[in-house]
């Protein structure tokens, strides 16, 4: 059974419900969708942001709430570690001298290693990627 691996845009089309997206997303049996701990990072960096920034008593209880979706989000999808064989393919990737964002990188490292598909919609950065299986869901 192929595995199905959410970038952290498409991670962010899940949570938020986008049709086109969702109605994709339930033709495949749910143990094969993943997301990685590359986009848990990223979310929490920017939840944990808002919060720091947040001066109003209504700023702050939104963005706790934000925070608290998020961790329910990801205590309820498979996500991929980030292994050595990952750290393998980032050292690959890189001495190819990718021209895209370290985060990126690290996420086409891990479903590379994990022999995953990646659902993005950021083709024009995750095309650059040799042997790297792309879908978009969000058509």
């Known amino acids: 059974m192929p595995i199905y691996v959410l970038d952290t845009d498409s991670v962010t089309f899940h949570q938020a419900g986008r049709e086109n997206f969702m109605r994709r997303i339930r033709s495949v049996p749910s143990e094969s969708v993943f997301a990685t701990v590359i986009s ?7 939840r944990l942001a808002v919060i ?3 001066q109003e008593d209504f700023e702050l209880i939104q963005a706790y709430k934000q925070l ?5 989000y990801f205590s309820l999808i ?9 750290a393998d393919m980032m050292k690959n990737f890189r001495s190819e001298k ?3 964002g370290t985060q990126d990188l690290r996420i086409a490292a891990i479903v590379s290693a994990a022999g995953g598909i990646l659902i993005t919609s950021n083709r024009r950065d995750f095309d650059k990627v040799p ?5 978009d869901w969000n058509t």
């Open 78 to 86: 498979n996500v991929l570690p980030f292994t050595s064989g990952s």
């Open 98 to 100: 990718l021209k895209i």
């Open 40 to 46: 848990v990072y990223e979310q929490l960096r920017g």
């Open 131 to 135: 042997g790297l299986i792309i879908e």
């Open 68 to 72: 608290q979706t998020t961790l329910r």
């Open 52 to 54: 720091h920034r947040s």
